[in-house]
């Protein structure tokens, strides 16, 4: 699956990201996060979408596991 990492990022560059990433892999993708606001923001935009999410802590990162 693809990944991408938005650590660092403000809002609403996570959000956009990971809208354009589902536009190339509608099937699934990877987002490395490094705070709750954009955690948050992205659950919100995948389950919109129709995605069911894992998230997996990565010591102080989260990574979400977004799959159709």
Known sequence: MEKIDVRGMSCPQPVLMTKNAIEKYPKGIDILV???TAKNNITRFLK????KLEFKNEEEDTLIVARK
């Open 34 to 36: 490094d705070n709750n």
């Open 48 to 51: 919109n979408s129709g995605y």
